[in-house]
């Protein structure tokens, strides 16, 4: 239910305050929730927290004639914090000249003579007309997270690309740019500004998290962070589409499930604005309605979800396998599907490191995309993630420049190369690369080099979409990897005729089985994977036939 809106009545004469209170409960109470304080700066407090959880004050009933801050005073900082009250004064006949000078000074809406009995004909028709003006401007606020940040705030954009990735409803204020940001930060009190560089995340309690790790906010809002059980079937590592989709199965078919992802479901492919060629959508998704999907059903069939944490390690202790997490302990588990995918690699130029989250961004064109409206910004990548961000830019930025080393668009797919070639504000920059970023606080500009030299280009942000890195350290001296860090699966472990070492099983490697008997690999994570969403989500639903197959042989 919406918070009801505020009727707060100030008034140090305690007789007079519980009066006011009684004639406005009975004719507003059911409407509006009924504030009172018993002095202005016990009032203002009360504002300040009332701001902070969201809550709009629609009037403010104040009687003049107050020790220590007057009603005016009062309205005048309380003006400030809820900009859109309207304001009514309680005087005596003596201070009529007080008040007439307060409606050009502080926008006093009206002032009422004590005694107002009776209330039928010296209150409520006042007040029935202010709030009913009140009423047909008033737009509730956002009630659920609010997000204080400066544009320029790494911390801020990682804030906002783990909210928007995990489906986490939020508002975005800037304490310096919008005038709710400043109201914000003005209700927050203290001697010192907020500082915009520092983000600082407020919930519909009242309570607030500074600067705040993604885990301490997924606790906040409700995400599960500690696993239910200390016996799982089969631990999945990676929420992407292959990890997704051995949930869904797993969980289906009655196998105890968890769920483990770093960041977001979704992974890689949840940060891509559009899906076009994945089966069964004519008009195609995005990445993250795919992530959506995918979360709700696998949780529907009953898979726990475990979000944010990180594998750290798994220790084989026969027949059971082990994995360490970095923040919920030790989970044990009969088998595990390592489903953790690939990340995009850094951009290695001067400047770039500085200014990462603040105009140098690692995918989170859809987080991003919509604050460079009628600007110029660069795409660096030749893939299909860097071609659908590219096209999605297009529809906010004045101008679109998709930077690709080589000298044709080999590596995307041809929809996307047909796209592109559509948009008119979209201009693709062949055998091209970033040298340098250049910023004070946040992108400037970039210096590329292309088949005519160095060129300098003022550009307000670039959106990154290099390489293909496997999230595998953690596996190192546990699992067989490539040199590039990808798992060798099935034949790939046998190719020489013979079994891996320490392998201790009378058969072979199930086809998507790493090294270590019982954990296997789905996804882009494996060596010679096919790098497309549906190949992930059927090498994830494949895991699962393969650890029952384990399953039945123990």
């Not at 911390?155 to 975005?172: C, E, F, K, M, S």
């Not at 109201?183 to 600067?211: H, N, V, Y």
């Not at 979209?426 to 970039?446: F, I, M, N, P």
């Not at 280009?457 to 990154?464: C, E, G, N, Y």
Request: contains cysteine.
């Amino acid at each position: 239910m919406a918070t009801k809106p505020v009727i707060l009545a100030v008034d140090d004469d305690l007789p007079v305050l519980r009066a006011v209170e009684r004639d406005l409960r009975a004719r507003y109470g059911n409407q509006y929730r009924i504030v009172a304080a018993n002095s202005g700066h016990d009032a203002l407090e009360a504002v300040r927290q009332l701001t902070l959880r969201g809550a709009a004050v629609a009037l403010f009933m104040v009687d003049q004639r107050m020790p220590k801050m007057t009603g005016i005073e009062f309205l005048a900082q309380a003006v400030e914090l809820q900009a859109d009250a309207r304001l009514v004064l309680l005087t005596a006949y003596a201070d009529t000249d007080v008040a007439i000078k307060a409606i050009n000074d502080i926008r006093l809406d009206h002032y009422i003579l004590k005694p107002w009995d009776p209330p039928e004909e010296k209150l409520y028709p006042i007040l029935d007309d202010l709030l009913s003006d009140w009423s047909a401007t008033f737009r509730p606020a956002f009630e659920g997270v609010r997000l204080l940040a400066g544009r320029w705030a790494p911390g801020g954009h990682a804030i906002r690309d783990y909210l928007t990735r995990n489906q986490v409803p939020y508002a975005w204020l800037d304490p310096t740019e919008d005038a709710e940001g400043r109201k914000l930060a003005a209700s927050l009190g203290g001697d010192e500004p907020i500082d915009p560089a520092i983000p600082l995340i407020l919930f519909a309690d009242g309570s607030t998290l500074r600067d705040p790790s993604t885990r301490q906010i997924a606790e906040k809002v409700g995400l599960q962070t500690k696993a239910a059980l200390p016996f799982y079937d089969v631990v999945i590592v990676g929420g992407g589409p292959a990890g997704l989709a051995a949930a869904v199965y797993a969980s289906s078919e009655g196998l105890k499930t968890i769920l483990v992802e770093q960041e977001a479901p979704g992974g890689q492919a949840g940060t891509t604005s559009r899906i076009e060629n994945y089966l069964g959508f004519p008009a195609g998704l995005s990445g993250g309605d795919l992530a959506r999907r995918g979360l709700a059903q696998a949780r529907r069939l009953g898979a726990e979800i475990l979000s944010p944490d990180e594998v750290t390690g798994i220790r084989r202790e026969d027949p059971y396998r082990v994995v360490t997490l970095a923040a919920a302990g030790d989970v044990s588990c009969q088998t595990v599907v390592v489903a953790t995918g690939v990340s995009y690699r850094q951009l290695d130029v001067p400047g770039a490191a500085d200014l990462a989250g603040a105009g140098v961004y690692y995918g989170a064109a859809t987080t991003e995309a919509v604050l460079y409206r009628d600007q110029e910004v660069g795409v660096v990548g030749g893939g299909n993630s860097a071609g659908q961000a590219a096209v999605y830019l297009s529809r906010f930025a004045k101008r679109v420049l998709l930077m690709v080393r080589t000298p044709e668009l080999s590596g995307m797919s041809q929809y996307l190369v047909d796209q592109i070639a559509a948009v008119p504000n979209l201009e693709v920059r062949y055998e091209t690369s970033v040298k340098a970023a250049h910023g004070d606080g946040h992108l400037a500009s970039v210096t590329n080099s292309g088949p005519n030299g160095d060129e300098g280009l003022p550009i307000s942000a670039i959106f990154v979409f290099i390489g293909q890195q496997p999230r595998t350290d953690w596996l190192e001296g546990t699992v067989s990897r490539d040199p590039g860090g990808f798992v060798l699966t099935g034949a790939q472990l046998t190719e020489d005729g013979k079994r891996p070492a320490g392998w201790g099983l009378d058969r072979d490697p199930f086809l998507l089985e790493s090294s270590l008997p019982g954990v296997f690999v789905a996804g882009d994570v494996r060596h010679r994977s096919v790098k497309r969403i549906a190949s992930a989500v059927g090498e994830g639903a494949m895991a699962v036939q393969f650890v029952h197959q384990y399953l039945s042989g123990l």
